[in-house]
């Protein structure tokens, strides 16, 4: 089945959405044969991908070249790409970046922001383009901040339930949840018709996205209460890498069964023409 932006809106309340991210061909294309609903090209490439030490670097080109790659790998999954850092400065500049990643195979954009972004999501939107929302840690603004859970005070907690409700009327068909307290990530997911989906956010919200790097354990740089890891990939992947070192210093590897080789008649040929035994 080939999901649409309204299967994953129609999904609230009856079965939770399945979101990861990806951006190279191979990864998205094993999401989207596990029958993952939506692939988000995250701008996390800039640190699981790139090497940045966060996401500020990331560019739009970077952005383009990543969903182009995802989306020739997808048949199924929705793809949702990210605004980067700077790529939404102003409305003109917001609609022709999101035409960009939308030209790149995206089916949606994801811009990071509540209430101070509406006009532009209104303005992406009135232009056909679909757009998820994404609150609570905003990864592109919190560089001089600590990392910390959003919504501890009543204060917080009622500015994120009204960003959130914001963001629904201004016309996202979604919305991230990023290290927002559980109770806090449960009333917005009843307070707003469209769906959420938690990182860090506990499960109460109607979908739920990873890191893939991080849940498969393939970026072990950094670790995070709410990543659960399904795999330690690092380390088999570094013992895989170990072992063909040693088999080619061994001699081992390629055996007989890794090569081809020429046609008896012709190799005695060869042999006489250079005199070899
Ligand atoms: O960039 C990203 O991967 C994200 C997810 C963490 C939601 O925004």
């Known amino acids: ?16 959405i399945s979101a990861i991210t990806s951006y190279d061909y191979t990864m998205a294309s094993l999401c989207d044969e596990a029958g993952i609903d939506l ?18 670097p990331v560019k ?9 790659a995802v989306n020739r790998a997808t048949k199924n999954a929705v793809v949702v790409s990210d605004l980067p850092f700077r790529s939404y400065n102003n409305i003109s500049q917001s609609i022709n970046n999101s035409r960009r990643l939308i030209a ?26 679909s757009v998820m929302g994404h609150i609570g840690l905003q990864p592109q603004t919190m560089i001089h901040e600590k990392r910390r859970i959003r919504g501890d005070t009543k204060t917080e907690a009622v500015s994120l339930i009204e960003d959130a409700r914001l963001l629904e009327k201004s016309g996202v068909f979604c ?19 469209i769906p959420t989906i938690g990182i ?3 499960s109460y919200c109607d979908g739920q996205i990873l890191v893939i790097h991080d849940m498969l354990g393939l970026y072990d740089k950094v670790k995070f209460k709410f990543v659960k890891k399904y795999l330690s990939l690092s380390h088999d992947i570094i013992n895989a890498i170990k072992m063909y070192k040693n088999e080619i210093e061994q001699n081992e590897f390629p055996s007989t069964s890794n090569c081809f080789s020429m046609k008896q008649t012709e190799y005695q040929k060869l042999k006489k023409l250079y005199g070899v035994n």
């Open 1 to 16: 089945m080939n999901r649409s932006i309204h299967d994953i809106v129609n999904q609230k309340k009856q079965k939770k």
């Open 39 to 56: 692939i988000l090209v995250g701008d996390s490439a800039g640190v699981v991908m790139l090497g940045y030490e966060n996401t500020i």
């Open 60 to 68: 739009m080109r970077d952005m383009c070249l990543f969903t182009e």
């Open 104 to 129: 790149s195979g995206a089916d949606a954009i994801k811009i990071e922001g509540g209430s101070q972004i509406t006009n532009k999501i209104k303005a992406i939107t009135g232009k056909g383009i």
């Open 175 to 193: 919305i991230i949840l990023e290290m927002i307290n559980y109770e806090v990530a449960k009333i917005i997911t009843n307070s707003v018709e």
């Open 200 to 202: 860090g956010s506990g």
